[in-house]
């Protein structure tokens, strides 16, 4: 698996965040114009129409963020090293930064002497392939 096949867990969960944002903005709006008699039907159902879209979209993005946590779950639960599975669950389930991860795996790993031992399973596993 490639660093960007691990990290879609990470991408959809920004997705989800950015789409949240904008259903909030949405939904201020519509608050905003909501009980005001020179406000025309069009914008309120323009409005809905758009909050409706945007609840479809982080449904269908948390379902797809779902499977994915799965997915990844699976693969490193089938990792035969302790500390790679460790390393793997930081940084793709949790979502850490090298630093964090580097922290809670402790025996004084760094972040950089973290991120080459996952750097060197990832290269061993693509030319296994």
Same mark, same amino acid.
Do not use: P, R, S, Y
């Given at each position: 698996m490639t660093k960007r096949e691990l990290s879609q867990l990470y991408y959809l969960n920004r997705e989800i965040e950015q789409e949240t944002k904008r259903l909030l903005e949405f939904k201020d709006e519509k608050a905003k114009i909501t009980g005001l008699p020179y406000i025309d039907k069009m914008a309120d159902t323009s409005l809905n129409a758009q909050i409706?879209?945007?609840? $479809? %979209?982080i449904q269908a993005k948390r379902t797809a963020a779902i499977a994915e946590y799965n997915r990844l779950v699976r693969y490193i639960a089938g990792i035969d090293d302790s500390l790679i599975r460790q390393i793997l669950t930081l940084r793709y389930i949790n979502g850490f930064n090298w630093v964090q991860v580097s %922290?809670? %795996?402790?025996?004084?790993? $760094?972040?950089?002497g973290v991120r080459k031992i996952h750097d060197r399973f990832l290269q061993n596993q693509k030319a296994g392939n």
């Open positions: 409706k879209d945007c609840e $479809t %979209i %922290i809670h %795996i402790g025996g004084g790993n $760094t972040a950089d």
